[in-house]
C-alpha cells in the first residue's frame, strides 16, 4: 500500500520543545533518531522545520499524569492554563498572553484543536483525552494553516488510531481524597485489512479538595471540587482502496461534579467589617475570618454544581489522488452544554445565588468543514485549502436574590444599626427592594458564521536555503440577539434614581454626599437597573482580515539550521454577553469590542550536537499585539475593554540528551518573556497597568525532566521519571492588584513503576505535586464583599497507585 502523504495537524511554535519520549533511541549509539512532523501540513524531519513543533509524547504524557489539556501545564515552560467559577470557565496562556474570565462572548487567544477539530472555547476542551498519540504546542499568532485564527497560539491534540493489529488493555487507578478511577480499550480489525476500530472508555471520581460549612443551607454538601464523569470515544479507520483513508470519530463525555468554591485570603478593615455582619446574617456561620486559605475550609450556602455534556463525532477523508498530490478534508459537528448552580457571595449568609437549570446554562453547537489540497515538485511544496466553521450559542443567566440580600446592605451601610436601612431610604416596604428568589435573568442567542481561503508553500532554492510564504483570507459575520429582564422590575434603583433627579427624598436626607455614589453603586448595580427591565437588543458586526507567514531557513551543515520568520493572526472581535451600561439607568446597546491583531518576528536555531545526543534549540520573539482584548471582573459584572498595545519579548531554549546509559534520557526548557500593556489604558481600568506586566505573565518559568526503563531481571522492568517547572512571582488579577500576588514556585511530579518486559501488566506508584505547594490559581475581588480577596485554589498533592494489564 502506497504511503499516505496526509497530515496529522500539527505544531507550530517558535522554538522546538524537543521533549524526551519523542525521539526514538539508537541502544547501541545513544543517539537521537530522525522524528518526523507535519508543521506544515507535510512531513519533514523536525530538526528542518524553519518553525518550533513542541511534541510532548503519549508516553510522556502518561508518565506526567497529563489526562486534559489542563494537565500540560506541568511539561511545557510558557504554558499558564486556570480555572475559577467552573471548569468550564478555563483559561489558558502562552508566554502570558490569553483570554481571561467567564464571558462566553470572547474567543480564546489559544485556541484547542482535537484530532483536526477547532474546539469553541477553551472550557469546552477539557475531560479525559483517551488515549493519546501526542500533544502539540504552538506558540505565537497561528494564522495560516490551523483552522480559525488565534493570536497566542494553539494546543493540538492527537490520539491514537485504529490498529489493524488486536490488542486490549485496561487500567485501574486509586489514590488520596478517595479516587478512583478506572478505563479500558480495545482496538483491532473489524473487517479484515479494510476496516479497524478503537474504543476507549474510562470512569473517574474523587473527593472534593474543599470542607465546605453550609451556613444557613439549603446546601447539603460539605466538601467541594470533587470529580465524577464517565467518558467513551470510539473510532473507525476504513480503507476502501490503497489510495483513499476514511477516519470516523465520535466522543461522549458526561460531568455531574461539585465545583468551585473559593477561600478568602485578605481582608481590609472595609472586608473585616463586611464580613461580621456575614457572620451575623449566617447565624456565626459566614465566612473564614481571619483568613487562612490553605486550611482549605470556607463557607457556602448554595449548592456549586456543574453539569457538561461533551459530545460530537467527526469524519476525515485523505485521498492520495497520485504520487504528488493529496486531497483532505475534516467534516464535524459538535454539542457542548453546561448547567452551572453557585453560591455568587461565596459564603453561608443567604445572598446572591444561581440555580442549576436551564435558566443558567449554556450551550455551543458547532459544524465545521476545512478541506486541503497539498503537492509537490522538485522545487516547490504547495497547499491550498478552505475553512468554514457555522456556530450557535445560546447563553442563560438568572441571577438570584438571597433571603438576606436586603438587610446585607442595609445593615452594611448603616454600619449594623437597622437592617431595614435599605427600605427607609428607597420608601419601600422591607423585603419589596430585592423579594427573595427574584433577580436579572438574561439571554443571549449568539451566531457565528465564517469561511476562509488558505496557502502555504515552500521554495527550495536550494538544497540548504528555503523560503516559505503563507497567506489566509477570512470572512467572519456575528449576530447576537439579547432579551434583558429583571423578574422583580428593579423598584429599588427606580426609587433612588428619581430622588436624585429631584434632589429630594430619604435617600438624599439619611445618606451622606460622600457615601451617595457607594450606595448608589451598590443598589443600582447592573443586575438591579430598571434600565434592563424587558429589553431586547440586537447587534452584529461583519469583519475581513488577510494574515500569513514569511519564513527563511538556512542549512548551515547537518548539524545547525537557521531561520528568521515573520507571522501575523488574529483573534476575532466579538460581543460582550453581559450587562453594559453608559450610567445609572441608560443601557449601553453596543457592547461589541474589535479584533485582537498580532504581528510576530522570531529568529531561531536548531542544533544537533555531541553526534546527535544532544538536541538544543534557541529562538528570540517579539510579538506586538494591538486592540488586546481585556475581560476585567468589577465585583458584580464583567467589562470588556481593547487595550491599544501591548507586546511580548523573550527567547526560548529547550534541551534533550540522550544519555550513554541506556533507557536514561533528560529534557529540559526555560521561557523568558517579558509581555506587557503599553503605556495607554483605558480610563475605565486602572493605571497601575501602564507598562506593567499582564496577569499570568511571569518572567521565567521553565521544565524539566528525566526518565528512566531498563530491566532488573527475572522478566521485570522499572521505568521510573520525575517532572519539574518552575514559574517566577506573577499577578492573578487582571487588575493587577498587589493583593492577588502569586510567589514563585516549583512543582514536582513522579512516577515510578515495575511490570513485565512484555508489558502485560505493570503497577505504578505516583504522586501529583509531589511537594504539596500551596498556590493560587486565581485571586479575585469577592463578590459583593468590598475589601474582601479570595482566591481558587490549585490542587493539593494528589498520590496513589496504578494497575495496568494489555491482551
Not at 18 to 29: C, E, F, I, K, V
Not at 265 to 283: D, H, K, M, Q, S
Not at 614 to 642: C, H, M, R
Not at 655 to 661: C, D, K, L, Q, Y
Request: aromatic share 10%.
Amino acid at each position: 500500500m502506497r504511503e499516505f502523504k496526509w497530515a496529522a495537524s500539527c505544531a507550530v511554535i517558535a522554538v522546538a520543545c524537543l521533549t524526551a519520549p519523542a525521539y526514538a533511541q539508537d541502544a547501541g549509539s545513544a543517539t537521537v533518531e530522525e522524528i518526523i512532523v507535519t508543521a506544515q501540513k507535510r512531513e519533514q524531519n523536525l530538526q528542518d522545520v524553519p518553525i518550533v513543533v513542541a511534541v510532548v509524547s503519549g508516553q510522556q504524557l502518561q508518565d506526567a499524569g497529563v489526562r486534559d489539556v489542563k494537565d500540560l501545564q506541568t511539561v511545557t515552560p510558557g504554558l499558564s492554563v486556570t480555572s475559577s467559577t467552573s471548569e468550564a470557565q478555563t483559561s489558558i496562556r502562552i508566554r502570558g498572553v490569553g483570554t481571561i474570565g467567564d464571558n462566553p462572548g470572547l474567543e480564546s487567544s489559544v485556541g484547542t484543536v482535537v484530532d483536526g477539530v477547532y474546539r469553541a472555547r477553551s472550557g469546552v476542551a477539557f475531560g479525559d483525552l483517551g488515549e493519546l498519540e501526542r500533544i502539540e504546542i504552538l506558540k505565537g499568532p497561528q494564522g495560516t494553516l490551523f483552522g480559525k485564527n488565534t493570536s497566542a497560539g494553539v494546543i493540538n491534540v492527537i490520539t491514537k488510531e485504529p490498529s489493524f493489529e488486536f490488542g486490549a488493555q485496561g487500567e485501574l487507578t486509586l489514590g488520596n481524597y478517595d479516587a478512583r478511577g478506572v478505563s479500558a480499550t480495545v482496538t483491532g480489525p473489524v473487517a479484515g485489512d479494510k476496516l479497524a476500530g478503537r474504543l476507549y472508555v474510562a470512569k473517574r471520581e474523587r473527593d472534593g479538595f474543599y470542607t465546605v460549612n453550609p451556613g444557613k443551607g439549603p446546601r447539603t454538601t460539605r466538601d467541594d471540587q470533587d470529580q465524577n464523569f464517565y467518558t467513551i470515544r470510539g473510532q473507525l479507520l476504513w480503507l476502501p482502496t490503497d489510495t483513499l483513508k476514511v477516519r470516523l470519530l465520535a466522543d461522549l463525555t458526561d460531568r455531574d461534579e461539585h465545583c468551585c468554591v473559593n477561600v478568602p485570603t485578605f481582608r481590609t478593615a472595609t472586608g473585616v467589617a463586611g464580613a461580621g455582619i456575614v457572620n451575623a446574617l449566617a447565624g456565626g456561620t459566614g465566612t473564614v475570618n481571619p483568613t487562612d486559605p490553605w486550611t482549605r475550609s470556607t463557607y457556602a450556602n448554595r449548592e456549586m454544581v456543574q453539569d457538561i455534556t461533551d459530545k460530537g463525532f467527526s469524519g476525515e477523508v485523505t485521498w492520495d489522488i497520485n504520487d504528488d498530490v493529496t486531497l483532505t478534508s475534516i467534516s464535524a459537528y459538535r454539542v457542548w452544554q453546561l448547567t452551572q448552580g453557585s453560591d455568587i457571595d461565596y459564603s453561608g449568609a443567604d445572598i446572591w445565588y444561581r440555580d442549576a437549570d436551564k435558566d443558567t446554562s449554556q450551550e455551543f453547537k458547532v459544524f465545521s468543514q476545512e478541506v486541503r489540497l497539498a503537492g509537490s515538485t522538485d522545487k516547490l511544496d504547495w497547499l491550498v485549502g478552505a475553512f468554514y466553521a457555522d456556530e450557535k450559542l445560546e447563553a442563560r443567566t438568572f441571577t438570584k436574590f438571597g433571603s438576606d440580600y436586603e438587610r446585607y446592605f442595609s445593615l452594611l451601610f448603616s454600619s449594623g444599626a437597622s437592617p431595614t436601612f435599605v427600605s427607609a431610604i428607597t420608601g419601600l416596604p422591607a423585603g419589596a427592594n430585592f423579594p427573595a428568589g427574584q433577580g436579572p435573568k438574561d439571554i443571549h442567542e449568539h451566531k457565528s458564521a465564517g469561511w476562509a481561503l488558505f496557502t502555504n508553500n515552500t521554495w527550495h532554492v536550494t538544497d540548504a536555503f528555503e523560503i516559505t510564504l503563507g497567506l489566509r483570507y477570512t470572512d467572519e459575520e456575528k449576530k447576537v440577539s439579547s432579551l434583558y429582564t429583571n423578574s422583580a422590575p428593579a423598584n429599588a434603583c427606580a426609587s433612588l434614581l428619581g430622588q436624585v433627579t429631584a434632589g429630594t427624598g430619604p435617600f438624599i436626607t439619611l445618606v451622606p454626599a460622600a457615601s451617595r455614589p457607594t450606595v448608589l453603586g451598590a443598589l443600582c448595580a447592573p443586575h438591579s437597573d430598571p434600565a434592563f427591565n424587558n429589553t431586547a437588543n440586537r447587534q452584529s458586526r461583519t469583519e475581513n482580515r488577510w494574515s500569513g507567514t514569511l519564513k527563511a531557513s538556512y542549512r548551515v551543515n547537518d548539524a545547525l539550521m537557521a531561520y528568521a520568520s515573520y507571522a501575523s493572526g488574529f483573534k476575532s472581535g466579538g460581543f460582550n454577553l453581559d450587562r453594559a451600561r453608559l450610567g445609572f439607568g441608560v443601557i449601553n446597546r453596543d457592547t461589541s469590542f474589535p479584533a485582537e491583531t498580532v504581528v510576530s518576528y522570531e529568529l531561531g536555531v536548531k542544533s544537533n550536537l555531541f553526534g546527535n545526543r544532544v538536541i538544543l534549540n534557541a529562538a528570540w520573539f517579539d510579538q506586538k499585539y494591538e486592540g488586546f482584548q481585556l475581560n476585567t471582573f468589577t465585583g458584580v459584572s464583567w467589562i470588556v475593554e481593547s487595550i491599544p498595545e501591548v507586546t511580548s519579548r523573550g527567547v526560548d531554549l529547550d534541551a534533550m540528551w540522550r544519555t550513554p546509559i541506556e533507557g536514561l534520557r533528560f529534557n529540559a526548557g526555560v521561557t523568558y518573556a517579558e509581555t506587557q500593556f503599553g503605556k495607554q489604558i483605558p480610563a475605565t481600568l486602572s493605571q497601575r497597568l501602564v507598562d506593567s506586566r499582564l496577569s499570568y505573565a511571569p518572567l521565567w518559568s521553565a521544565s524539566w525532566g528525566g526518565s528512566y526503563e531498563g530491566s532488573i531481571g527475572m522478566g521485570l522492568i522499572i521505568r521510573a521519571s520525575l517532572s519539574g517547572k518552575f514559574t517566577s512571582e506573577y499577578n492573578t488579577g487582571s487588575n493587577l492588584d498587589p493583593n492577588k500576588s502569586q510567589q514563585s514556585m516549583t512543582i514536582w511530579n513522579g512516577r515510578i513503576g515495575v511490570g513485565s518486559e512484555d508489558e502485560r501488566w505493570m503497577i505504578e506508584a505516583w504522586a501529583q505535586n509531589l511537594t504539596n505547594v500551596d498556590y493560587y490559581q486565581v485571586v479575585v475581588d469577592q463578590p459583593l464583599q468590598s475589601g474582601t480577596f479570595a482566591a481558587f485554589l490549585g490542587a493539593p498533592r494528589t498520590a496513589g497507585v496504578t494497575l495496568r494489564a494489555k491482551f
